[in-house]
């Protein structure tokens, strides 16, 4: 049976890694991106493949069943891969509910159509999830999130993620829905929306402007190649077992603080700056509310099962990030008009 893959969420960070990966690795597949293109979609990140035979465009909200049907019944979509998201924790302190309705309504609606459309054949169509490590909550100084770790979310963000999860599950086991889950760590590299920690910063340092570290920068978090994340969603849609999740990391741990130091450095030395410059712009902020202190990946069991590692160590993922943006100016310059000179004030200003 020919595949007609509906990846949601394509224009996005991960999304736009994830579809470009799928148009080139599987030229047999049709690929239909559908996103709504929210602040943080862009069609520019995917310039380079845009023309492929074997990829279509539809701008649709998750929001809208209507129109969503409409995809499904024109695509004769025989698979999903669901990225589409509410995707920053700070954004969803701020307003809770925009990630009630895409993150778990959106997700709903996309169940909906999987279970009506596939029905009588669900061993044949396969409904991937894409999640975060951020539904176990918080770790204290030591140990990992395995696959059987109880959910405890903290914040609007990861509870929503946590609710969709669920709702997947819920879907298999009642209704024998097709499906596989991945929760991967924090991920980073090219056409990252800088709202998030490490495309943040670069572009912050670029301009010379302070790095608002949150509290004391002692919180940990488990950093992975955005790559690497795409080849993990290949292998586990393909790969995976049904009804099973799989969590996705690089045991590579990093305190905030570390980091933005390490990140100091290489900009530094990027940009031909003097040594010690870009450190002088760290500044200390008001901590993120309901703040997880540490989140880190067990592996295991993707890489045992499934034959699945990343690709490149994390001083060669941030080099080739920090040059993508370095090259990419023009692209940072006009994510970073507009709104989103609305939201830095109201994120940062005064904090
Ligand atoms: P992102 O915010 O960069 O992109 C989200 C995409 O979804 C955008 O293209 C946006 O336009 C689209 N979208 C948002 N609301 C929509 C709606 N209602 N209808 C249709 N499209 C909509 O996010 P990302 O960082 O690429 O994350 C993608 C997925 O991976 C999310 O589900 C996220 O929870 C998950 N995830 C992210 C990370 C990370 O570190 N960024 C780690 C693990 C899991
Ligand atoms: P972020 O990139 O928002 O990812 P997440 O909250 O999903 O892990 O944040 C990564 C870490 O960096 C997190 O501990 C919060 C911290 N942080 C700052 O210290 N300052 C900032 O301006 C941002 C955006 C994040």
Redesign the pocket.
């Given at each position: 049976m020919p595949k007609n893959i509906l990846i949601t969420g394509g224009a996005g960070f991960i999304g736009s890694h994830v579809v470009r990966l799928f148009v080139t690795k599987y030229p047999e597949y049709t690929i239909i991106n559908l996103d709504a293109l929210t602040y943080a979609g862009n069609l520019e990140n995917l310039r380079d493949i845009e023309n492929a035979p074997n990829y279509r465009f539809e701008k649709v909200n998750i929001l809208d069943a209507t129109a969503l049907q409409e995809v499904f019944e024109k695509h004769q979509v025989t698979d999903v891969i669901h990225l589409a998201a509410e995707s920053?924790?700070?954004r969803s302190i701020l307003s809770p509910l925009d990630f009630v309705y895409t993150n778990i309504i959106g997700t709903v609606n996309l169940l909906n159509l999987a279970k009506d459309k596939w029905k009588g054949n669900y061993a044949n169509h396969r409904f991937h999830h894409v999640s975060?490590d951020?539904v176990f909550g918080t770790l204290g100084d030591t140990g990992f999130f395995t696959e059987t770790t109880p959910y405890s979310p903290n914040s609007p963000?990861s509870a929503s993620k946590a609710g969709s999860d669920h709702f997947v599950r819920a879907y298999g086991e009642t209704y024998g829905l097709g499906y596989v889950m991945t929760n991967c760590s924090?991920n980073y590299g090219p056409n990252h929306f800088p709202?998030?920690?490490?495309p943040?910063?670069i572009n912050n340092i670029i301009h010379n402007k302070p790095l608002?570290?949150?509290?004391k920068?002692d919180?940990t978090?488990d950093w992975l190649y955005v790559i690497d994340h795409a080849t993990a969603i290949d292998t586990v849609f393909h790969n995976g077992k049904n009804h099973e999740g799989y969590n996705v990391g690089g045991f590579n741990e990093w305190k905030?603080i570390d980091l933005v130091k390490l990140l100091c450095k290489i900009m530094d030395e990027k940009l031909g700056r003097t040594a010690g410059s870009s450190e002088k712009l760290i500044s200390y902020?008001t901590d993120?509310p309901g703040?997880?202190l540490r989140?880190a990946i067990d592996a295991n069991k993707i890489n045992k099962e499934l034959g699945w590692k990343p690709s490149v160590t994390f001083e060669e993922g941030l080099g080739k990030t920090i040059d993508w943006y370095l090259t990419n100016e023009e692209w940072l310059k006009n994510v970073t008009s507009g709104a989103y000179q609305q939201y830095y004030e109201n994120q940062?200003d005064g904090r």
């Open positions: 920053h924790v700070d975060t951020e963000y924090n709202e998030k920690l490490i943040l910063f608002p570290v949150y509290g920068g919180n978090r905030n902020v993120r703040h997880d989140y940062y």
